[in-house]
């Protein structure tokens, strides 16, 4: 098997480029005839079978970015899950034939890899991936790494520990439905609350929320109850300052930033999935899969507009590639 895995791989390979910065439906194109990417010592190459998408890529697309990226002609995506089958000379984590997982770019805003998920083969160091849990399909877990490990690394930055309180805006979105499992079952939080739109409550309830939060009728800022920490996931560091307790931590991920609130970008490594990886196997830690999906490597461009709209459940897939 593994001799016919590295034996079979192509020159070329279908892709979806853009060659400029722009809307993904006017910049984003497919072409059938990519040169697969070439690896370094430290690289494998993967056969990818699954990649999801996060707010990163076309923020990434639009140019948000561009003065710390690499230029275009770019294949997106940070999130793949595949199978190995290639290894640069220096890599000892794996071999050809392992399944595994991981977030391509350890950076995540500074130049960026031009070569991303969204291809049939793609390449990264080593140290990015992890083994798959064999609990987990491709599709679940291509739709862990970025989120996950942002959600681990932003509580982690609060400081947060067992018998701590916490509110996460944004809770049924790709960060927000991890930072609820982990701050619940993983953390041992006193109190997990978080906010959704009103038919996303149960799914909040059902992740480890015990309190569900509707923000089309609650503003969470006027609750008497404060929170020790407060994760925000969509950008209103201006609002969640006002629901932390005196000394209490806010880390957010979208600017702009109203002190106490302090901002990160997430680094990329595969320790933390192998860390959570007991978690995962138990099913105590879930993958959320948006139900519109997963989105046919055809279909892109559509899995690209949906999660633009901001109305995505957990994370958006692209299954199977090609």
Request: aromatic content about 10%.
């Amino acid at each position: 098997m593994a001799a016919a895995l590295s034996d079979s791989i192509p020159s070329v390979n279908k892709a979806w480029v853009y060659s400029e910065y722009g809307q993904s439906a006017d910049v984003l194109k497919f072409d059938p005839n990519v040169a697969v990417p070439e690896i370094k010592e430290d690289q494998v190459l993967i056969k990818v079978f699954a990649a999801s998408l996060n707010p990163i890529d076309f923020k990434r697309m639009l140019g948000y970015f561009k003065e710390i990226d690499s230029p275009p002609p770019t294949v997106p995506g940070y999130d793949v899950a595949g199978v190995v089958v290639k290894v640069g000379s220096q890599v000892t984590k794996f071999k050809v034939g392992d399944e595994v997982y991981g977030d391509l770019n350890e950076n995540a805003l500074v130049n960026p890899k031009k070569f991303g998920s969204l291809a049939e083969y793609t390449a990264s160091e080593e140290r990015v991936f992890a083994l798959k849990p064999q609990n987990l399909s491709f599709v679940e877990a291509a739709s862990l790494p970025l989120a996950l490990e942002t959600a681990y690394e932003g509580l982690e930055r609060t400081e947060f520990s067992a018998g701590k309180s916490i509110l996460v805006l944004g809770g049924a979105g790709g960060v927000g439905t991890h930072v609820i499992q982990l701050a619940k079952h993983v953390f041992g939080a006193s109190k997990v609350a978080a906010t959704a739109s009103t038919k996303k409550l149960d799914l909040l309830r059902s992740l480890g929320a015990d309190l569900a939060i509707d923000y089309t009728k609650d503003n969470f800022e006027d609750l008497p109850e404060k929170f020790d920490v407060v994760y925000d996931a969509v950008g209103q560091s201006d609002k969640a300052v006002k629901a932390v307790k005196e000394g209490g931590r806010v880390v957010t991920l979208i600017g702009p930033i109203t002190p106490p609130a302090s901002m990160f970008v997430l680094t990329s490594t595969g320790s933390i999935l192998e860390k959570l990886k007991p978690y995962l196997e138990s099913g105590k830690v879930k993958p959320v899969i948006d139900p519109t999906g997963p989105y046919p490597f055809s279909k892109t461009i559509d899995a690209f507009t949906y999660l633009q709209t901001s109305r995505a459940t957990g994370k958006v897939v692209v299954y199977p590639i090609p």
